[in-house]
C-alpha cells in the first residue's frame, strides 16, 4: 500500500505481496471538487496495473485536512499550523462516492487479470478530519453507506 505505484511495485516485489493499492490517494488537489480527487484515483488504478501487478482499486470518499492543518497532530511533525489550507478537495456528496464505487466495480470486473482479488478498498471509514467518512453523521445519516449499499446490492 503506497500512493506511488512504483513505489509500491518494489515494496510488493520486496514483499512477496500479492497486489497493489493505497490507503489514501490524494493527489495534491488545490481548493478541487470532488470530481477531481475521483478522477486521480481511478487514474491510480491504471498506474499501479502498469506498474506490474495485480491491483486492489482504491475508493476515495474524500480528502480534506483543513482540521489537522489548523491544529496539527503531534506525530505529525511536518505539519506547520495554518500550511496548506487551500489543499482540499470539496466534500463528497453519497450520490458521488456511490458513482465512483461503481467505476470501481466496473473497473475490476472489466479487468479480472489485473484485479483477480475482485476487491476493492474504501477509503475511509472514520478519517473524519482528513475528509474521509462512512460512519453516519449528524449531518448526514446513514446516507454515505446507504448509497454504497445500493451499489452493492445491484444484480
Request: net charge neutral; charged share 20%; glycine share 8%.
Amino acid at each position: 500500500m503506497d500512493p506511488v505505484p512504483q513505489q509500491g511495485a518494489k515494496w510488493k516485489n520486496a514483499l512477496g505481496a500479492d497486489a497493489l493499492s493505497a490507503y489514501a490517494a490524494s493527489g495534491g488537489g488545490i481548493e478541487a471538487p470532488y470530481s477531481a480527487l475521483t478522477k486521480y484515483a481511478e487514474e491510480f488504478w491504471d498506474r499501479c496495473n502498469s506498474a506490474g501487478g495485480a491491483v486492489v482499486p482504491l475508493v476515495m470518499s474524500g480528502w480534506d485536512r483543513r482540521p489537522r492543518v489548523v491544529h496539527p497532530m503531534p506525530w505529525e511533525t511536518y505539519q506547520k499550523p495554518g500550511v496548506g489550507l487551500d489543499r482540499y478537495y470539496q466534500t463528497a456528496t453519497p450520490a458521488a462516492i456511490a458513482e465512483h464505487l461503481q467505476h470501481a466495480v466496473s473497473w475490476t470486473l472489466a479487468n479480472k487479470k489485473a484485479a483477480p482479488a475482485q476487491a476493492i478498498l474504501i477509503y475511509a471509514w472514520n478519517e473524519n478530519d482528513e475528509g474521509g467518512w462512512l460512519t453516519p453523521t449528524l449531518n448526514e445519516g446513514s446516507a454515505r453507506l446507504d448509497a454504497i449499499q445500493k451499489v452493492l446490492r445491484r444484480p
